[in-house]
């Protein structure tokens, strides 16, 4: 079959292989081009990912420190990271908690992870966020019945938008536990 195809071209025909210079230029442009008209179409899809992301990460984090909370005979708190953890400078006040929490046994009951106290777990979350806790504190602590502290609610919203855009949410947890995500505008952040 080779010596059938081999004697329809001529040898400077059989030697030429690959693409010209100015076909791969000619399909590069016409990629790049492609690329910057489909780029800012990929925004919102990224922006419902990490507030996704983030909302499914409050919720395990919540799930968690409920149960340890049950297991453990209570003193289990989720606190906000502090500004400057991991290189994080968002999370300024006590009710942003924009670099992330984590869960520890809080063996002396004063809200505050200290030395040889256990941590649990870390919940770091994506960059270009806002995470805002309805109340102005820094740490849930749970009872040995896995109850909250008080009822709260969180929004989680991509960074300097509000809580009308599309891809925000909240969150939401009653002292008894019952955990409630929210897309509609009106309701974040929740209260119950």
């Known amino acids: 079959m080779d010596a059938m195809y081999a004697s329809t071209f001529t040898p400077a025909q059989r030697v030429q292989r690959g693409f010209t210079l100015i076909e ?6 016409i990629v790049a081009v492609l690329a910057a ?5 990929f925004t919102p899809l990224l922006e419902r990912w990490r507030v996704r992301d983030s909302v499914e990460s409050l919720q395990s984090a919540l799930y968690l420190a409920r149960s340890e909370a049950i297991k453990r005979g209570g003193n289990v708190v989720i606190r906000k990271e502090a500004t400057g953890a991991n290189g994080c400078t968002l999370a300024s006040g006590a009710s942003n908690w924009d670099c992330g929490w984590f869960v520890f046994v809080d063996t002396n009951n004063n809200g505050t992870q200290n030395t040889g106290e256990e941590v649990l777990q870390r919940f770091a979350i994506p960059a270009n966020l806002e995470v805002t806790r309805s109340a102005n504190s820094a740490f849930i602590r749970f009872d040995r019945w896995g109850r909250a502290n008080a009822p709260f609610g969180f929004s989680i919203v991509p960074a300097n938008q509000s809580t009308s855009h599309p891809a925000a949410r909240g969150l939401c947890m009653s002292s008894g536990g019952r955990i409630r995500i929210s897309s509609d505008p009106a309701d974040i952040p929740c209260s119950d």
């Open 37 to 41: 008209l489909a780029g800012p179409s």
């Open 24 to 29: 791969v230029l000619v399909v590069a442009a």
